[in-house]
């Protein structure tokens, strides 16, 4: 028997001898282009060593290039850190294709689940290597699971922070409008006053990364967006979920719902369609980042008829307009986040060219859509920016970007994780 451990023992020994050292042979990458944005800045003459999924350094181009390295050198092209998006849905598409009662309330999760995974591919290969997702709507938890198969590598999508199911006031959510009778199935979670504190933990247990409250929705007499929670159920919301290590991010378009939200400890406002100054000054003074989601509006505007440059802007075109200038008036920190779903996904970078259109400089754009948007995920030590130390998310894009926000669309190069996927 002693001898048989021996024999096993020098077994063991011999073959880790001679079995490929997986550091040792981790590839050597020299990353180049013309401009390399940092997260921050934009620069020339610079350099991007990668090693296994990390960043190693960010060398001079002059500097001697350390042999074996593979060299990658784009022409005419911008290196940036890998995109994130902000305000995804990747269990949604575009409602002028299936509008969202249908998709919430006849799709099985099943199908949804398949469609997903073709979206979290487009929005990896359009250069958003990071993804957070506001919600499945009717999909339950499978947006934990769709986060677990692209970690052990079953599909290809961007590294996702999930919200699970999100969770509404009674009576606030959709789909509306059928018999009470029956019981139809919401986009999201109801619950009210103290039962919150159970689903915010039964939320966390099931896989929840953020705990996504929608603060107020169109349920006012006139069908206007009103507050759902008090001021008191969004603190309990946030004290439970802040004291499991997480964060509360909400929903609120009305000035009501943001100013609640805000004081009870969201770190996102989404959409905030009625934002003015105050409110935005409010936000920034709580440090809260604004996720304008225009694309949506937009988007949705032209399901319903509008056409954009020949018609006149329709009022709910004229309010984004306003509260994204009252936003950047303010001072207020804001993110990149389309609320992509409503339209397709890996066409993410809409958004960031409405935020050019409605009057916002191109060097914020970049910023909001890394190194701000790492910060609204709280992974602002490893994403966001080109740092040595930082994962190796990398993104090529054709031209310069900082001219014009559209060269984000030509995307030539994809690494996450130290993986090329493009
Ligand atoms: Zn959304």
Request: glycine fraction near 8%; proline fraction near 4%.
């Amino acid at each position: 028997m002693k001898n048989l451990f021996k024999f096993a023992f020098c077994l063991i020994l011999y073959a880790s001898c001679f079995s490929p050292n997986i550091s040792l042979a981790q590839d050597v990458f020299y990353l180049t282009a013309d401009r390399l944005f940092d997260g921050e800045k934009m620069w020339t003459g610079k350099a991007v060593l990668v090693k296994g999924n990390k960043i190693m350094a960010i060398v001079e181009k002059s500097s001697p290039i350390p042999s074996g390295a593979k060299v990658l050198d784009f022409k005419n092209a911008t290196l940036l850190p890998g995109l994130i998006e902000g305000h995804a849905h990747l269990f949604l598409y575009p409602y002028n294709i299936t509008d969202w009662d249908t998709q919430v309330l006849k799709e099985t999760d099943a199908l949804r689940t398949i469609r997903a995974s073709v979206h979290a591919k487009n929005t990896l290969m359009a250069g958003f290597t990071s993804v957070r997702d506001l919600g499945t709507e009717g999909a339950g938890y499978a947006d934990v699971s769709l986060k677990k198969a692209i970690l052990d590598k079953i599909i290809e999508g961007p590294r996702m922070m999930v919200a699970g199911r999100a969770i509404v006031s009674t009576g606030s959510y959709g789909p509306k409008g059928y018999d009470n009778d029956q019981k139809i199935m919401l986009g999201a979670e109801p619950a009210d006053g103290n039962e919150l504190v159970r689903v915010v933990r039964d939320q966390i247990w099931q896989g929840a990364d953020f705990i996504k409250i929608y603060a107020d929705y169109r349920w006012g007499l006139m069908g206007e967006d009103r507050p759902t929670f008090t001021l008191d159920e969004l603190k309990l919301i946030n004290e439970v979920t802040t004291s499991s290590g997480r964060v509360m991010v909400c929903h609120a378009k009305s000035k009501e719902a943001i100013r609640r939200s805000v004081l009870a400890g969201a770190v996102t406002i989404e959409h905030g369609d009625f934002l003015d100054e105050e409110i935005g000054k409010l936000m920034k003074e709580h440090q809260v980042i604004f996720m304008p989601t225009i694309a949506a509006v937009d988007k949705i505007t032209q399901y319903r008829g509008w056409k954009k440059s020949i018609d006149p802007d329709p009022e709910n075109v004229v309010r984004k307009k306003l509260s994204f200038k009252a936003a950047l008036a303010s001072g207020v920190t804001i993110g990149m986040g389309g609320d992509v779903g409503v339209f397709p996904h890996g066409d993410n970078v809409m958004e960031m060219e409405l935020m050019a259109e409605y009057g916002m400089p191109n060097l914020d754009i970049l910023k909001a859509a890394t190194s701000v948007n790492a910060r609204a995920m709280n992974w602002q030590d490893k994403l966001g920016h080109i740092k040595e130390g930082f994962l190796a998310d990398l993104v090529v894009v054709k031209g310069n970007p900082l001219e014009n926000i559209s060269q984000i669309r030509e995307v030539k190069f994809v690494m996450k994780d130290g993986v090329i996927y493009k």
